[in-house]
Nanobody, 125 residues
Framework: QVQLVESGGGLVQYGGSLRLSCTYS????????FGWFRQAPGKEREGVSC????????YNPDSVKGRFAISRDNAKNTVYLEMKHLKPEDTAVYYC??????????????????WGKGTLVTVSQ
C-alpha cells in the first residue's frame, strides 16, 4: 500500500521561505519519480516541481522557477519542497505524489497516480 504524508505547511509572510516534507512508503520501484502539486481555492491543480530519480533531473514550471526546488533524502524516504520568495498567489494546498515517471508536456507536469492528503500553505501580504 502506497502512503505519502506531507508536513511543514503553515502561515508565512510575503517574501518568506518554507520547506515542505513528504514521507513515503510502499511504492515498488528502484527509480521512482516524485512530484509536488498545489491547488488553490477555485483553481485547477498545478504541478510545481518533479524529480526523476533515474537521472536526478528536476523540473519546475515558469511560475515557480528559481523559487521552488525539490529534493530527496533516500535514507529517510522523504521528499522535500524548498520554497522561497513566497507570494500570496502561492497560497494553496500542496500535495506530494509518486509514480514511475515525471511527465511534462508543453510545460505542464502531468498528474501522478499516488497522492498524499496535502498540507496547507498560506502566504500573507
Amino acid at each position: 500500500q502506497v502512503q505519502l504524508v506531507e508536513s511543514g505547511g503553515g502561515l508565512v509572510q510575503y517574501g518568506g521561505s518554507l520547506r515542505l516534507s513528504c514521507t513515503y512508503s510502499g511504492f515498488s520501484s528502484d527509480y521512482p519519480a516524485f512530484g509536488w502539486f498545489r491547488q488553490a481555492p477555485g483553481k485547477e491543480r498545478e504541478g510545481v516541481s518533479c524529480l526523476t530519480t533515474r537521472d536526478g533531473s528536476t523540473y519546475n514550471p515558469d511560475s515557480v522557477k528559481g523559487r521552488f526546488a525539490i529534493s530527496r533524502d533516500n535514507a529517510k524516504n522523504t521528499v522535500y519542497l524548498e520554497m522561497k520568495h513566497l507570494k500570496p498567489e502561492d497560497t494553496a494546498v500542496y500535495y506530494c505524489a509518486i509514480d514511475h515517471a515525471c511527465t511534462v508536456i508543453n510545460g505542464v507536469i502531468w498528474a501522478m497516480n499516488y497522492w498524499g492528503k496535502g498540507t496547507l500553505v498560506t502566504v500573507s501580504q
